[in-house]
């Protein structure tokens, strides 16, 4: 057990819809990061937040969007499902944020999230 | 961050060593090296990482070559358990931003 939590395990919903993915972190971690695997992409980097601000973007589609609230939880918002977006959605967190102490701060990964668009 | 050369597949008997490679010709002095696993249907974890050193904890062990441009895992005794796929990440000291890139890593099977 990795101290992250996320909810829901597993979601079913049709294209053109929206759904919320949220994540916990381990206690004390202040940065989270959203990735996304599916088969044909692998893991792929889309979002970080560190203490409640955006730190760095990666592949994220613009109808995707996040945020961190006070309590260091986090949820992904997805809009305009389409059939592609069927993955798994991994949330992680670490100590740090950024710059050198990300270097070697390990990330510690949720269960994720497994998104299926019908 | 630069990039990683890992083989796609490795296969390993149970309780016997095992050697996983990973390619970084263009390493920079300052790149950390990690790797991490991802097992059957779970996120990814965390195993090892190093700099310039070897580096061994409860899990693995990491063997860096002198020049730096490639590293090995050692998994001293395989278990069914280590069936995964594993991931070499090389993290910037300088500049980085702080996300993993994760590459194709290697299947590691292993057989009773």
């Known amino acids: 057990d990795s101290g992250v939590t996320q909810t829901p395990k597993h979601l079913i919903t049709a294209t053109g819809q929206r759904v919320t993915l949220r994540c916990s972190p381990r206690s004390g971690d202040l940065s989270v990061y959203w990735y996304q695997q599916s088969l044909d992409q692998g893991l792929q980097f889309l979002i970080q937040y560190y203490n409640g601000e955006e730190r760095a973007k990666g592949n994220i589609l613009e109808r995707f969007s996040a945020q961190q609230f006070p309590d260091l939880h986090s949820e992904l918002n997805l809009s305009s499902l389409e059939l592609g977006d069927s993955a798994l959605y991994f949330c992680?967190?670490?100590?740090?944020?950024?710059?050198?102490?990300?270097?070697?701060?390990?990330?510690?990964f949720g269960p994720g999230t497994r998104l299926t668009v019908l | 961050d630069a990039k990683t050369t890992q083989p796609n597949s490795m296969e390993s008997n149970e309780e016997e060593p095992v050697h996983l490679p990973c390619n970084h010709s263009t390493i920079s002095g300052t790149d950390y090296i990690h790797w991490y696993r991802q097992l059957p249907s779970q996120g990814p974890e965390y195993v090892i990482h190093?700099?310039?050193s070897n580096v061994n904890n409860r899990m693995a062990s990491l063997a860096i070559a002198e020049d730096r441009k490639s590293s090995t895992l050692i998994l001293h005794r395989a278990t069914l358990r280590d069936a995964a796929v594993y991931y070499c990440i090389l993290r910037a000291l300088i500049g980085s931003q702080g996300n993993l890139i994760f590459g194709k890593g290697t299947k590691l099977s292993v057989k009773p």
């Open positions: 992680a967190s670490s100590v740090g944020g950024r710059g050198a102490l990300s270097s070697y701060n390990e990330q510690f």
């Open positions: 190093g700099l310039t």
